[in-house]
């Protein structure tokens, strides 16, 4: 089955105990991205990558590090995690191509920074 | 900067009954739209993507139509049922913007009551 896989799905930390989420795609994608999702303010994109060793910021990377070592694995690392990034974390993967298609989500992180 | 808007924020309507949900554009210069649908811990679903250079795409009981000039784009379900209770998002990516990277509304939260 196609899909793009988040762990863990929900986590309960403290400010400073650096973190990674992992995100994990099985459809051979070259796109790979993070979105988080809070309340009224829609999703934001905050790192993306086009393809193995190639990642950039998207809108708010501010606290976030990124690495894609692997074409399917795209984690994401908090160093030093604040109360501020709490939310609710997507990963999303899609195809690289002429005309651009539709992206595929993962069921999204829950984390709760104390 | 680009602002996508979807109002109402909830919506709540009898089984059967057809859906509108609206998103607005403050920037008409867009590459495509999306619409989603987003179940509780199960991530995003996209539903109808369309090409700035379309009119509308249809899905089954599903379709959106798209308005560049005006800045808007309407998703139509026709004859909805319980199923389709859900938050659906709308989301735009910008001409001249990386690949991939979307900027979504807030959301819709619709109820189909039976």
């Known amino acids: 089955e196609a899909q793009v896989t988040q762990n863990p799905r929900y986590l309960i930390t403290v400010t400073g105990k650096k973190l990674t989420v992992t995100c994990s795609q099985n459809?051979?994608?070259?796109?790979m991205s993070w979105y988080r999702q809070d309340p009224g303010l829609g999703l934001r994109q905050i790192y993306y990558?086009?393809?193995?060793?190639?990642?950039d910021k998207g809108d708010v990377p501010e606290g976030y590090k990124v690495s894609r070592k692997e074409k399917r694995n795209f984690p994401l690392i908090l160093e030093s995690p604040s109360p501020n990034q709490t939310s609710l974390y997507f990963c999303?993967?899609?195809?690289?191509?002429?005309?651009?298609?539709?992206?595929?989500f993962g069921p999204g992180t829950r984390l709760l920074v104390l | 900067k680009q602002e996508v808007t979807q109002i109402p924020a909830a919506l709540s309507v009898p089984e059967g009954e057809n859906l509108v949900l609206n998103c607005s554009f403050t920037d008409s210069a867009i590459y495509n739209l999306q619409w989603f649908r987003q179940d509780p811990g199960k991530g995003l679903t996209s539903l109808l993507l369309i090409q700035s250079s379309q009119r509308e795409q249809t899905s089954g009981r599903l379709n959106a139509s798209l308005d560049k000039s005006s800045g808007r784009s309407t998703l139509y379900i026709a004859a909805s049922q319980p199923g389709d209770s859900a938050t659906y998002l709308c989301a735009v990516r910008l001409e001249g913007d990386s690949w991939g990277k979307l900027q979504f509304g807030a959301g819709t939260q619709v109820v189909v009551t039976p």
């Open positions: 459809m051979n994608h070259e796109y």
């Open positions: 999303a993967s899609s195809f690289l191509g002429t005309e651009e298609g539709t992206q595929y």
């Open positions: 990558s086009m393809n193995v060793e190639v990642t």
